[in-house]
């Protein structure tokens, strides 16, 4: 069997017709991780036995007649702060390196619903605080690409693992552009869903009010696949949702049927396309242009006049929010804990000894954010601009069915050539916005950098719950 850049659709096709168990897909995928995650690095863990033992079962149901659903027996990788019972969650920092899971978090629970067999422990950047997976107390992820660059980050094993074949498909999350980022780097596709339309419990919390679970996978109709499983309500995250999950798969298949964009519009705000992109995505997003008027679709102008502060203002309010998430990490109630004289010195030995310099950044910068006498500057003011920054993208709304912009300035750069955090905060600049909005984008593969031969990628976002209609353009543009 062929597994290379392998859908999650034909492959529930191939099981379907018995070219092969889910066992028999199941090792084929861990061969090419022996094969090849040496080198790449995308795996923290991985239970194999588990993972057979799953396969087997789907495999027993498909012998019964008793799928659970058209994707029973397909593996999808998972990022380690999303919660898999039984499994290790140590969000790749030391002070959770001995945490196992007690629950599924509830995007695995859909997934398990429909027999997809969510399986390994994928690397990324420390509680997710970063854009290269540099960040990882335990490893670096190579891109599979040339493995001289990062896999993007924070889900740089999830980006990495989907383009080295070492899974179909693989759950991330984004905060400020984690799938998204990684997704463009990596030549993957990767989604951001609107704020509230996944759950996020059993996610490990960096910014509550930013954080979104997502796929990153091969094509747009697999996103709608794995959508469709992981949306909805949730009881226990009072952050979801109540409005019913369109069909996402239907929209993807049939704008990867059709090809075509006739009667969308896609606004360009112009601020994305001022200056600061290198040539190469430049040049792709002149072709990504020129491709959308090719398919039907009609390109407007548009603004989003508070862009230039959407940096500032998310390196405000993330980590505020993280300083007050990461405090329940104090070496008592679990984690690893470095026993101290008394309590707070053990509070300082376990934090000081658990987390990474960048972690340590967030928690002085957030709480500083946060102290009286600050509080109302940078972090109320940061609220006020961050409602401006929604503003405009319900502004530009009213003008556009979607929104075409780059999602990075520039392609997978080199370790350590961002060595400067400033530097790699500036580089989030195309993403965090709609975070900060709470609208949905996604990622998808558009082009070639002549220059290194890495990947360029398209951002389509759309308004609040339009997954339907963002997957239904992006598979048609990608066809
Ligand atoms: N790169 C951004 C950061 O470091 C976004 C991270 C994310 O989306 N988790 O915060």
Known sequence: MDIRKAALHNLAEALKNKEFSSEELCREYLKQIDTRDHEIGAFLEIDRENMLNAAKASDARRAAGNILSDYDGLPIAVKDNIAVKGERCSCASKLLEPVKSPYDATAITGLKNQGFIPFGRLNMDEF????????????????????????????????ACVAADFAPAALGSDTGGSIRQPAAFCGVVGVKPTYGRVSRYGLVAFASSLDQIGPLCNDAIDAGIILDAISGVDAHDSTTLPNAVDNYTAAAWEGSKSGSLAGLKFGLPKEYFASGMDAGVAKVMDESIAKVKSLGGEIVDVSLPHTKYAVAVYYIIATAEASANLARFDGIRYGARKDANGLVDTYYKSRGAGFGDEVKRRILLGTYVLSSGYYDAYYLRAQRVRTLIRKDFENAFTKCDLLLTPVTPGVAFKFNEKSDPLQMYLSDIYTIALNLSGHCGISIPAGIDSATGMPVAAQIMAPALGEAKMLNAAAAFMR
């Open 128 to 159: 997710a605080m970063g854009s290269s997976c540099e960040n990882s107390a335990f490893k670096r992820t190579a891109n599979p690409l040339d493995t001289t660059r990062v896999p993007g980050g924070s889900s740089g094993g999830s980006a």
